[in-house]
């Protein structure tokens, strides 16, 4: 299925057309599916990608969804909100939701809002060595890029946090 959605430039005044294509395959019969999805997944495209998820988990009973991200060239952070959505979606339902072959500038946004290491396949290694085998998420407060706490609000671009330190940060 490809979706293209118009999004009006208030800024030139005209519409650009913005596409997302999704591609569906697998079967509700072994309660896996793989959702393919190209294209830019910006607010213009995310309605689709959301109603493309809630199907799958919603009303097909998939239990295990895999969203190829091979295909994707942008990804903002309304499409990030959805594929949170959509994660949350499927373990309110008791199933996964994970992401594959995301690569360049996704991968990159991903890696650095740290839903990569959420929405990962269990089992997933990723850039500190650190897997998450026993399928849970890590979202302990720890960057899967250098394994320090970034999420007390602290954070400084060489990743290390001062506020749960108890000393003040280096001048």
Do not use: Y
């Not at 072994?30 to 910006?42: H, M, N, P, Q, S």
């Not at 990608?49 to 009973?61: F, M, S, Y």
């Not at 952070?77 to 996704?106: D, E, P, Q, W, Y």
């Not at 999420?151 to 330190?165: E, K, P, Q, V, Y």
């Amino acid at each position: 299925m490809t979706r293209e959605n118009p999004e009006q430039s208030a800024a030139a005044g005209r519409s650009r057309v913005c596409p997302i294509t999704l591609s569906v395959t697998g079967g509700a019969m072994d309660g896996t599916r793989t959702l393919a999805v190209g294209g830019e997944i910006d607010l213009a495209g995310i309605d689709a990608l959301r109603e493309a998820i809630t199907t799958a988990v919603e009303h097909d009973g998939v239990r295990r969804l895999t969203v190829d991200l091979g295909a994707v060239t942008f990804l903002d952070s309304s499409g990030i909100g959805t594929l949170v959505f959509g994660h949350n979606l499927a373990v309110r339902k008791g199933g996964l939701l994970c992401v594959v072959n995301a690569t360049g500038m996704v991968r990159t946004v991903l890696e650095l809002t740290g839903v990569l290491a959420l929405l990962s396949p269990p089992g997933t290694a990723h850039l500190d060595g650190k897997s998450h085998l026993d399928g849970k998420s890590h979202l302990d407060g720890k960057s899967h890029l250098d394994g320090k706490s970034q999420l007390d609000g602290g954070f400084r671009a060489d990743g290390n946090s001062h506020l749960d330190s108890g000393r003040p940060p280096p001048d």
